[in-house]
């Protein structure tokens, strides 16, 4: 099954039938108007709030409109591909992709996990396609000079704006030039809980079209 997206602000929206989901990878848990939702041909169940945030909140933090967001309790039944090339969304069979190189992750807390070199330094990142933008913790940058400001938005914290700089790392033998924020106080806590340094956004499909299997907790990148 493949579908069109719809790329806002750099937020991965996926189109299916009359409706417009957020993909978000770094959410374990899926939310709705409803408490079921149907989506690829299933039905599944849906949280109607998060921290006290209905999906309202997020139409409104993404400037676009909104009939849910899709999180790891929803996708980890799935082999899935994101492709910003060609703007699609698709619902794939093993067979199909398992020829590829396959990169290994942690499903942490729901949420999916990669290694990364920045510096020199190995770190691990939550591989998150709800963030326009990626996210080191505030040691990493704070001798750094920020190119800009940004201004997004993260569950538990609301809007907020955070220094920006543009980074190089190293993933799957490649060099890549990211734009990076500061991580906020709480989402400095979330990334500790979870062992990890970083959050990589949606600037990676620039790079690569990933096809996420979770139950092997592997990607695939081509």
């Known amino acids: 099954m493949k579908f069109n ?9 996926l189109l299916y039938r009359e409706s417009r989901f957020l993909i978000d990878t770094g959410s374990p848990v899926s939310i709705a108007k409803s408490s079921e939702i149907e989506i690829f041909n299933q039905p599944h169940a849906t949280l109607q709030k998060v921290l006290g945030w209905d999906i309202d909140y997020f139409s409104n933090a993404t ?3 909104l009939d849910g967001l899709i999180g790891g309790d929803i996708l980890q039944h799935y082999q899935f591909q994101v492709n910003f ?16 190189d396959s990169v290994d992750i942690k499903i942490l807390m729901g949420v999916p996990a ?3 070199v920045f ?8 591989l998150d396609t709800g963030a326009k933008i990626s996210y080191l913790k505030s040691c990493h940058v704070e001798e750094l000079d920020p190119i800009g400001e940004s201004e ?12 920006i700089y ?16 500061k991580a906020p106080p709480f989402l400095e806590l979330l990334l500790t809980g979870l062992g ?14 990933i096809t996420f299997d979770y139950s092997s907790e592997k990607i695939y990148c081509k």
């Open 166 to 181: 543009e980074l190089p790392i190293h993933f799957n033998n490649k060099k890549l030039n990211l734009t990076f924020g």
């Open 196 to 209: 990890a340094e970083a959050v990589v956004g949606n600037d990676i499909f620039l790079h690569f079209s």
């Open 114 to 116: 990669i290694e990364i």
């Open 152 to 163: 997004d938005f993260y569950p538990g914290v609301g809007k907020f704006k955070t220094s």
């Open 63 to 65: 400037g676009s409109k």
């Open 85 to 100: 090339q060609d703007q699609s969304f698709s619902i794939l069979e093993p067979s199909s992709f398992k020829d590829l």
């Open 119 to 126: 510096g020199r330094e190995p770190i691990r990142a939550i």
């Open 5 to 13: 997206i719809d790329i806002v602000e750099n937020h991965l929206i």
